[in-house]
Nanobody, 117 residues
Framework: QVQLVESGGGLVQLGGSLRLSCAAS????????MGWYRQAPGAERELVAT???????NYAESVKGRFTISRDNAENTVYLQMNSLKPEDTAVYYC???????????WGQGTQVTVSS
């Protein structure tokens, strides 16, 4: 079993920055993909960014150039640095850990990010 604990959400003004963190614990697969997804009210959950255990990254078009995903494999932690935030970035942000070989998929409890205009 894997546990994911997120932190770092909050309220920020237009153009501001936030840094989200997600610490994973438990039986973590060596080969894995960690990522961030978000869900706004009334919308489906969508991918924000992912990073593999060897550092390959993938971003949604809407956040490219503004958000940066990184990870510390020694600490089993993934980060999301969010700059130039916009009101449309307002959502609950969820951490995800996926094991491509096993198919196991885990989610954190979510952290609220609110961007005011």
């Amino acid at each position: 079993q894997v546990q994911l604990v997120e932190s770092g959400g909050g309220l920020v003004q237009l153009g501001g920055s936030l840094r989200l963190s997600c610490a994973a614990s438990g039986s973590i697969f060596v080969i894995n993909v960690m990522g961030w997804y978000r869900q706004a009210p009334g919308a489906e959950r969508e991918l924000v960014a992912t990073i593999t255990n060897v550092g390959s990254t993938n971003y949604a078009e809407s956040v490219k150039g503004r958000f940066t995903i990184s990870r510390d494999n020694a600490e089993n932690t993934v980060y999301l640095q969010m700059n130039s935030l916009k009101p449309e970035d307002t959502a609950v942000y969820y951490c995800n850990l996926f094991g491509p070989l096993s198919g196991h998929n885990y989610w954190g409890q979510g952290t609220q990010v609110t961007v005011s205009s």
